[in-house]
């Protein structure tokens, strides 16, 4: 048996994949075990193909496979999709009483298991449970503990009454004893079982956890795939340390509300996807050009407009780096694991306060819904510090007020960093406006004060670079001449290729870049290396722009864009074929 184990279940949109995905994910976690989830959904309620999928093992796991070894097929297209993943001694649990499974395939060399799971679940209470009942096959089949399971079922269904709960483990338990009286396959899989203690969350989930981590207390967002899970999280939780949740009835009041929070001198957040961010726009530029503090966050997901609302893509950097009219500066974050989702939150918070900017915190669909697992120090809150910037009070605002007594909001500076008052802090009165000011915020047109406020708000990028650790996370062999860059959720799918590559006596240094703006200057690192290659999920390469305009120096490009994230064993394929070509993209 491999030391990975990968598990699936499939159907139709509103069969319950999702819950019960996740019960088996929770399960597993439970049992020590560590836990990598990927998820193929179609954007409406119900129909469509849809699929969880689960890898785990004792190790931990970063990224998807392309194999299968048990896959519960809710439906026959469950199986045609996940056919080039399935291997000989894969088992496929279906349920051949179901009118469209009676005439199921198996293809050759894997093994059937023709469970009657509605008759099963409606035994046990209800044909609801018909997945659990599944489930408990599944452990049968793996030889995994059920009493993991049971924790997790409490988990799904306690809320509902222990009757519940008691029908759902019997159902289980069906399942399991099905299995065990009906066929007697030797089968290759047993999950073994650990005491660690495992954190399962998601991107979005730990996004959510860090911008309350890092002291946010206002959020306003509208619902929009796949940044929704963001305003869930948060909503319940904020509200215990002080915060609001608001869903407003767009993406334009969202910001706008968010913008009139940080205004207040709350920490404060608003998340969206691409169109969410084309709606967005107009107001990102007035928190640019009143130095007002907010983070935005971009789960990107594929596009253009409406695109494919649950398919992943790394295609609005460009649209973060350089969106808005005139010249805005902004920070751009982009976590590049979903614990750093975490982190990076509660960086952006610093650095939209320290420099008065608004943060980009970049995820995208992939990160968002995958849920993985984490020992609990992966998130030491006492780790995390606060930096509000240079905000002044009664006693120190003295050197900031102009001759008259007057308060400089927006007064020059060598750092490019003005001062920040609260409201209510004492002489501490001003204004801020969308147009061009002086340093008490009054609207000016006076050509020196516009260059003055204009090299004022860029200086803070210079200070940024200056100040801040910029630096890409390195893997690999750092004495590779092969230099592999990316960004963002990629990471975890090149670290493992890293180890296909090795099998295959091919050694590469990997750079995964967090810091898209400002930073870091990659310009020595591609200068030593002998081949540059550059791996996004989008069309253009649009990181692989940016790198070629700073080092003025042509990059190989792996780009993947059919709304599916690299899986490890694909990308180290596709760099060993790049490496063989001798093409370097225009």
Not at 99 to 124: H, K
Not at 185 to 210: C, K, P, R, S, W
Not at 502 to 516: A, C, M
């Amino acid at each position: 048996m491999p030391a990975d184990f990968n598990w699936a279940i499939g159907g139709e949109a509103g069969d319950g994949i999702d819950s019960t995905g996740k019960i088996f994910a929770q399960a597993l976690s439970r049992a020590g075990r560590h836990v990598f989830t990927s998820k193929d959904f179609a954007s409406r309620i119900r129909g469509g193909y849809t699929a969880y999928k689960v890898r785990t093992a004792i190790d931990p796991v970063q990224s998807v496979v392309d194999r299968l070894d048990v896959l519960i097929a809710l439906t026959q297209r469950t199986i045609d999709e996940n056919l080039d993943e399935l291997h000989e001694g894969s088992v496929i649990i279906y349920d051949g009483d179901r009118s469209t499974m009676a005439d199921v395939e198996i293809p050759e060399g894997m093994i059937g298991l023709d469970v009657p799971l509605q008759a099963l679940a409606e035994e046990a209470g209800g044909a609801i449970m018909r997945n659990v009942v599944a489930l408990g096959a599944a452990c049968a089949v793996t030889d995994f503990p059920i009493e993991n399971l049971d924790s997790a079922l409490k988990k799904r269904f306690g809320g509902k009454g222990e009757a519940i709960v008691e029908n759902n483990k019997e159902a289980a338990r069906a399942g399991l004893e099905y299995v065990h009286e009906e066929f007697d396959h030797e089968f290759d899989y047993d999950l073994d079982t650990t005491d660690n203690d495992y954190v399962l969350l998601n991107g979005d989930q730990a996004i959510g956890m860090g911008a309350i981590a890092a002291g946010c207390r206002f959020y306003a967002g509208y619902p929009i795939t796949p940044a929704t899970n963001v305003m869930e999280y948060l909503t319940g939780r904020i509200e215990r340390y002080g915060g609001h949740v608001v869903q407003a009835e767009d993406e334009l009041a969202a910001i706008n509300l968010a913008l009139g929070a940080a205004r207040a001198g709350a920490r404060s957040m608003t998340a969206t996807s691409g169109p969410g961010i084309d709606l967005m726009t107009e107001t990102f530029g007035l928190v640019a050009t009143s130095e007002t503090p907010l983070v935005i966050v971009d789960v990107m997901r594929s596009g253009p407009s409406t695109g494919m609302p649950t398919k992943q893509e790394q295609g609005d950097l460009n649209m973060m780096l350089y969106g808005g009219h005139g010249e805005v500066p902004r920070f751009v974050v982009a976590p590049t694991s979903i614990d750093e989702c975490f982190w990076k939150t509660v960086e952006a918070f610093n650095f939209a306060e320290k420099y008065q900017v608004p943060v980009y915190v970049a995820a995208d669909l992939a990160m968002a819904v995958t849920e993985q697992t984490f020992p609990p120090e992966a998130f030491d809150m006492d780790e995390v510090e606060i930096d509000r910037g240079k905000v002044v009070d009664d006693d120190s605002i003295d050197e900031w007020l102009d001759d008259k007594g007057r308060f400089q909001p927006h007064a020059l500076t060598d750092d490019g960093i003005s001062p920040r008052a609260f409201p209510g802090t004492d002489q501490g009165a001003h204004m801020s406006t969308g147009l061009e000011h002086d340093e008490l915020g009054r609207r000016t047109e006076d050509t020196e004060m516009r260059i003055k406020q204009v090299d004022k708000r860029d200086r803070k990028v210079e200070t940024a670079k200056d100040d801040e650790d910029l630096s890409p996370r390195e893997f690999g062999n750092s004495d590779s001449d092969t230099l592999v860059i990316s960004w963002g959720s990629n990471e975890g799918a090149m670290i493992e290729a890293i180890d296909f590559l090795e099998e295959d006596g091919i050694d590469v240094r990997f750079l995964s870049v967090p810091y898209i703006f400002p930073r870091p200057d990659l310009s020595e690192d591609i200068e030593a290396a002998d081949e540059v290659i550059v791996v996004e999920c989008n069309a253009t390469g649009q990181f692989a722009n940016v790198i070629e305009h700073d080092t003025l120096t042509r990059v190989k490009r792996i780009n993947k864009y059919n709304g599916v994230r690299y899986k490890a064993d694909e990308l180290a394929d596709r760099i060993k074929a790049t490496l063989e070509s001798e093409e370097v993209s225009a």
